[in-house]
């Protein structure tokens, strides 16, 4: 079992920035490749990034590119998501996911644990 808790979820002004953190507890951190997510009142879950277990192989979604990072710190259990040049379209819930898969996948089916979620909220 992996428990995920994300913070860092706020209100921010169009063009602002917000940092996202999920800090891991349980199984070795190491052993997941990590994703965030989001979900928009309305709409179907959406991957915004991945990184793997060593954090060589990185994706994006299309709408995120350019402007957000994904890291993560394996000696501190926790992945990141820096979010720059936020826009109103950006404003949902955004959970981060643990996949014990080899790969980076954009199908939230594949992740095997999840967090709660945290609001991020971009007022034009």
């Known amino acids: 079992q992996v428990q995920l808790v994300e913070s860092g979820g706020g209100l921010v002004q169009d063009g602002g920035s917000l940092r996202l953190s999920c800090a891991a507890s349980?199984?070795?951190?190491?052993?997941?490749?990590m994703g965030w997510f989001r979900q928009a009142p309305g709409k179907e879950r959406e991957f915004v990034a991945g990184?793997?277990?060593?954090?060589?192989?990185?994706r994006y979604g299309d709408s995120v590119k350019g402007r957000f990072t994904i890291s993560r710190d394996n000696a501190k259990n926790t992945a990141y998501l820096q979010m720059d040049m936020l826009k109103p379209e950006d404003t949902a819930v955004y959970y981060c996911?643990?996949?014990?898969?080899?790969?980076?996948?954009?199908?939230?089916?594949?992740?095997?644990?999840w967090g709660q979620g945290t609001q991020v909220t971009v007022s034009s």
């Open positions: 990184m793997s277990r060593r954090g060589t192989s990185i």
């Open positions: 996911a643990a996949d014990r898969g080899a790969i980076v996948t954009v199908n939230p089916g594949a992740y095997d644990y």
């Open positions: 349980g199984r070795t951190f190491g052993d997941y490749a």
